[in-house]
């Protein structure tokens, strides 16, 4: 059974730095690219961060500079640091993992607020 399980969510003042992690099972985690999406609320989900199985990086022009994603193979772990948080970086971060041909896989999602 696959499961990708974030953690890391919360409330943090604007300025302020988290750091989401999401821990995978029943998945060759290494031959996945992984991504962090967001949602925020009346919004399309997002795609935030990316990380290939060869470690390169890619990241919406929002978060830029801000976010840092990266990977624990060994730990079949994803994580992103957050830093400078603003308000408009307020949604539900979701965890995702793909490899075609086979089906991504989504988490449960974890709350990020950010206050003013």
């Known amino acids: 059974q696959v499961q990708l399980v974030e953690s890391g969510g919360g409330l943090v003042q604007a300025g302020g730095s988290l750091r989401l992690s999401c821990a995978a099972s029943?998945?060759?985690?290494?031959?996945?690219?992984m991504d962090w999406y967001r949602q925020a609320p009346g919004k399309q989900r997002e795609l935030v961060a990316t990380i290939t199985s060869g470690g390169s990086t890619n990241y919406a022009d929002s978060v830029k500079g801000r976010f840092t994603i990266s990977r624990d193979n060994g730990k079949k772990t994803v994580y992103l640091q957050m830093n400078s948080l603003k308000p408009e970086d307020t949604a539900v971060y979701y965890c995702h993992a793909l490899r075609p041909p086979y089906s991504p896989y989504w988490g449960q999602g974890t709350q990020v607020t950010v206050s003013s």
């Open positions: 029943g998945i060759w985690f290494s031959m996945y690219v």
